[in-house]
């Protein structure tokens, strides 16, 4: 190792008093209804841990099985003011351009009042909703499908009517329910328009599989392989661990008889908690060794008195430290030397601080020979942490800093970097990262049952078919069959902890995923777990998924 990196990030940890630790599991994420997206010297690894004594049931695979689909031209038209709409709602004609003999308005701002049009589909096959809308200014909209949520949309704000189009949406043959629902704000709502469509077909898989980091090591490039080769036949299961027991992987062991392929964790920088430090990386570490993936997530505190990944909770603005010089490859004296001079600012040499800070625990990762999938900078298209609240360009500025420091400087060559900024206006260069993902919650979900398609296909429109697209985070395990049938086959999905997995007693909650789906997702032909993958990779092949046409 080079010794004046060395003392770079053993400076930083000892400047900052900052660890790495496991994420408290109080820690909660912004719960979003949907992604802003646009409509998201190596020591021997031989060693082995075994796995958890857990009585376990066996449970039979579930085949993968997709309906048949016959498409079916259609165009049809649904009024708003035919439906059988709320009572809060009224009539009007005051706009032009409206189609029908009018349009509902009067929409309160509680976000509860909700029109439903009875459509009748023709034949299975995917279609596209279209809603004809004005509004004064821009306004949530929440989509539901036969009572479950489907998506969201935000409204044009020029008072116009507009078609807003959601895309891609499976329908069996005969009567449906399509609901709307605008969030805190009126709207004039004209018309819903059911069409065949086509938006499934123009999915893609063709990741080539090589990493961003053109000097990525070995371990790295054959984790990239897998995934690749992995994309679009199967989905890789994944479960966050609140800390190091792993109590959540265990509890899915103990329900479905399997355990998920890919560990998450979240590596936070916290004042104070230096011995602490190790316990979340080794416990990476051990996850590989045992024959999974590990996945590292770094909800980042900001460098700062008041410090917090929150932006309400920091007094941290990223734009006071955004500069002009290239300071990813220049040493830690040459960086304290600028901020002594004045030419950079205090808040971007205590990100640099950090940073290095960081590149010690990863480095730890690399000379244990494990490749880790690192995910910094999550959502970074919103305003509720530090990192995306002062817009694109800084967001874009700090990425670029944390991977030309970390894999130029540092030379980690252990690290898959998984962008999670989740929208087009934050999307970063396409050679400095390896997947893009979305996280996707749901207000009020259980057992959604759904692909959440609309997101997959934003985020490719974007990112392109050569990345990987994942759901790094999640409220409910997204449903296998149904990825299949839309055609939106998630590389790999990443349940969150806490309620969304265990109550209160470490038993495990229903409330977002029941104890049925949970098994059936686990035990599903079109998921890998942690057994397939050890399987998979000792024979250095993936088989060829068989679906069934119902």
């Avoid at 470490?506 to 050890?534: C, F, H, M, P, Q």
Wanted: with cysteine; proline share 4%; charged share 25%.
């Amino acid at each position: 190792m080079n010794i004046k990196k060395y003392i770079s990030f053993a400076a930083a940890a000892a400047i900052t008093a900052a660890s790495v630790c496991g994420c408290s599991k109080n820690k909660e994420p912004r719960v979003v209804d949907e992604p802003p997206v646009p409509v998201i010297e190596a020591e021997s690894t031989t060693e082995n841990v075994t796995d958890p004594v857990i009585e376990a049931s066996t449970y039979p695979e579930y085949p993968v099985a997709v309906p048949e689909i016959k498409k079916q031209n259609t165009g049809d038209f649904y009024e708003a003011e035919d439906t059988e709409f709320p009572s809060a709602l009224r009539v009007e004609k005051k706009k032009d351009n409206f189609s029908g003999e009018g349009y509902l308005t009067g929409f309160p701002s509680g976000g509860d009042v909700s029109v439903t049009f009875k459509v009748n589909a023709p034949s299975n096959q995917h279609y596209d909703f279209s809603f004809n809308i004005a509004s004064e200014k821009e306004t949530d909209c929440r989509i539901s499908l036969n009572g479950k949520p489907l998506t969201s949309f935000k409204t044009e704000k020029n008072g116009k009517f507009t078609t807003i189009t959601v895309h891609g949406v499976f329908l069996v043959k005969g009567g449906s329910e399509v609901s709307i629902s605008p969030v805190k704000g009126n709207i004039c709502l004209d018309y819903l328009k059911l069409t065949d469509s086509a938006a499934t077909e123009v999915i893609s898989y063709d990741s080539k599989g090589e990493p961003s980091n053109e000097n990525a090591g070995e371990a790295a490039r054959e984790l990239m392989s897998f995934i690749s080769e992995c994309y679009g036949k199967y989905i890789i299961t994944g479960q966050y661990a609140a800390d190091e027991d792993n109590s959540e992987l265990d509890l899915i062991y103990s329900i479905t008889g399997k355990y998920p392929v890919m560990r998450c964790a979240n590596l936070s920088i916290s004042r104070g908690e230096f011995d602490d430090s190790y316990k979340n990386v080794e416990a990476c570490a051990d996850w590989y060794k045992n024959g999974g993936i590990s996945c590292v997530s770094w909800y980042w505190d900001a460098p700062s008195e008041k410090s917090s990944f929150r932006t309400a909770e920091t007094d941290f603005r990223l734009a006071d430290a955004v500069t002009d010089i290239d300071l990813a490859m220049l040493s830690q004296e040459e960086i304290r030397g600028l901020y002594g001079e004045g030419n950079i600012s205090g808040e971007c040499y205590s990100l640099i601080l950090d940073i290095d800070s960081m590149a010690g625990q990863l480095t730890s990762l690399k000379n244990k020979g494990i490749p880790v999938l690192w995910r910094p900078l999550p959502e970074g298209s919103g305003d509720w942490y530090w990192w995306g609240a002062d817009g694109a360009d800084a967001y874009k500025w700090l990425w670029n800093l944390l991977y030309d420091r970390l894999s130029g400087y540092f030379e980690l060559d252990n690290l898959i970097w998984v962008w999670n900024g989740q929208s087009e206006s934050t999307m970063v260069d396409v050679n400095k990262f390896d997947i893009a993902a979305v996280d996707i919650y749901r207000s009020g979900e259980k057992d959604y049952g759904g692909s959440y398609y609309e997101s997959f296909a934003a985020v490719q429109k974007f990112a392109g078919s050569e990345k990987p697209i994942a759901l790094i985070e999640c409220g409910s395990v997204p449903d296998v069959d149904s990825a299949y049938r839309d055609n939106a086959l998630w590389s790999f999905f990443g349940l969150w902890f806490g309620e969304y997995i265990e109550d209160e007693n470490g038993g495990y909650s229903e409330k977002y995923t029941s104890r049925e789906n949970l098994i059936k997702t686990y035990n599903s032909e079109g998921a890998v777990t942690l057994d397939e993958y050890r399987e998979f990779c000792s024979q250095k092949a993936i088989p060829e998924i068989q679906v069934q046409k119902e």
